[in-house]
């Protein structure tokens, strides 16, 4: 027989749940360098390339807000502060993690979901050490230093962790490559707390095969640096952000506290970085696919889970529009086989002839008309005669940023910078809470409303 005090308190809980609503399962995707050009070129490209339908999920969700993107020290924020200000609500300086101006550590909404009994993961495409996952689980004032970042992981209680970047954790002098410069083996010590971990391309079928049970917690890193870009693996040899996210909501989402999981398209930053078109748009569409897979779980949890969809900042300063002409020629894309930055900038060994041969086949270059091909081997010129040519070009060589021009200006596009950009970037919710997310909103607020619809305040 029920007790009456147990009647009591069973009436009480119910109306705790009905006068204070609030998401149990949090959903923070954040699409690094996904400004409002590279959500609408990856659209167009899916609708009149790809010829398949309907928008993009991340530009159909109904509540939608424009976010700014400045750091406390510069207009032009790079995603360690854009990061924190997202993932605590507070500004502060390019390369902080997670820490004040003064260096003061900053409270995470990862961590506040941890105080509340949550499970917690990070998924990304990038180095699981890189800025976007680490402003969440670790505090450092610098960026870079990946191997610090990799040991707060271990204390972190991340019950999920998934993406590339072994090398900040593999021992020194071990089998797998390493960037340590201490003795220790954090892969081993996450075993050691009772992680399951997934190391290296080899482990992606037993990830694949894992059904993860109750209580488990696991570290999956399957490259030594960041995953491939989506158009440089598009047989999906190796688990993609949507596989990845997918297998995060069948091990968190058996607590029953809830769970909060950010999950980074990361790559999308590297993309434009580079000024790939083509690059920027597949890892996009794969972002949009993983926020798929979330809104499955959403429409089965509709009442308790939050989905925000943000972007730290802007990346590449990618202009849809060249010249004088009102025309997108997105079919000049089409072609494109390869990545910039990973693939083809391998490409150019000092053999011209095998170079315009490789362009023709695999970035769609068949004919060059005399000015394209001019500017190619103008750069050609600059890297025969300089190894360090590609300073002048963000780090990237002269030819891989000539062809990329090339192929940008076919499209009717084109570039401004090598790096990051000061414009506001577009921001869209679903789910518990999601009807606040709306407006012009500073950075920092998306931190304090997510904080909000979890039943916590950020100061
Ligand atoms: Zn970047």
Do not use: C
Not at 119 to 129: A, Q
Not at 160 to 181: P, T, V
């Amino acid at each position: 027989m029920i007790s009456r005090k147990k009647i009591m308190l069973m009436a009480m809980s119910l109306m705790a749940v009905s006068s204070f609503a609030q998401a149990k399962y949090v959903f923070y995707f954040i699409g690094d360098g996904m400004g409002a050009g590279q959500r609408q070129i990856s659209e167009e490209y899916k609708k009149n390339v790809l010829k398949k339908d309907g928008k993009l999920l991340l530009n159909s969700l109904p509540a939608t807000a424009i976010t700014t993107t400045y750091s406390a020290d510069t207009l032009i924020t790079d995603s360690a502060a854009a990061g924190t200000a997202l993932a605590t609500g507070h500004k502060t300086n390019n390369g902080y993690i997670a820490k004040d101006t003064k260096g003061n550590n900053l409270k995470t909404l990862l961590e506040i979901a941890q105080d509340k009994g949550m499970s917690t993961g990070l998924v990304t495409t990038t180095r699981i050490t890189h800025a976007t996952p680490a402003v969440f689980a670790s505090h450092n004032i610098d960026r870079d230093d990946e191997n610090g970042i990799a040991e707060d992981y271990v204390k972190s209680n991340v019950d999920y962790f998934a993406g590339g970047g072994y090398r900040h954790f593999a021992a020194k002098g071990g089998e797998l490559s390493s960037k340590r410069k201490d003795g220790r083996d954090l892969i081993k010590e996450f075993q050691d707390k009772g992680y399951k971990t997934f190391i290296g391309e080899k482990s992606t079928q037993d990830f694949e095969k894992w059904a993860p049970k109750a209580g488990e917690k696991a570290f999956a890193a399957f490259k030594a640096s960041h995953m491939p870009y989506t158009v440089d693996d598009i047989q999906e040899t190796l688990p993609t952000l949507k596989e990845m996210t997918a297998k995060g909501i069948d091990l968190l989402s058996q607590d029953k506290d809830g769970f909060f999981m950010m999950v980074e398209g990361g790559r999308i930053d590297h993309a434009s970085h580079a000024q790939d078109a083509v690059g920027t748009i597949y890892d996009t569409l794969a972002f949009d696919d993983a926020i798929k897979t979330a809104y499955e779980f959403y429409e089965k949890h509709p009442q308790d889970t939050l989905i925000v969809v943000a972007a730290d900042h802007e990346t590449g300063g990618m202009g849809l529009g060249f010249g004088n002409n009102y025309f997108l020629k997105l079919d000049e894309l089409k072609n494109v086989k390869v990545s910039i930055e990973d693939t083809l900038q391998k490409a150019y060994t000092g053999n011209r002839d095998e170079y315009f041969k490789y362009i023709a086949e695999n970035m769609g270059l068949t004919t060059l008309t005399s000015d394209e091909k001019q500017k190619i081997e103008q750069a050609m010129d600059l890297e025969d005669k300089d190894k360090d040519a590609s300073k002048n070009f963000g780090g990237y060589s002269p030819t891989s940023i000539a062809v990329a021009h090339i192929i940008s200006e076919r499209a009717g596009m084109q570039w401004t910078s090598y790096a990051h950009t000061a414009v506001q970037v577009p921001l869209a919710t679903i789910g518990e809470g999601a009807d606040k997310f709306v407006g012009f909103k500073d950075n920092t607020e998306v931190a304090k409303l997510i904080a909000e619809s979890m039943g916590a305040k950020i100061k």
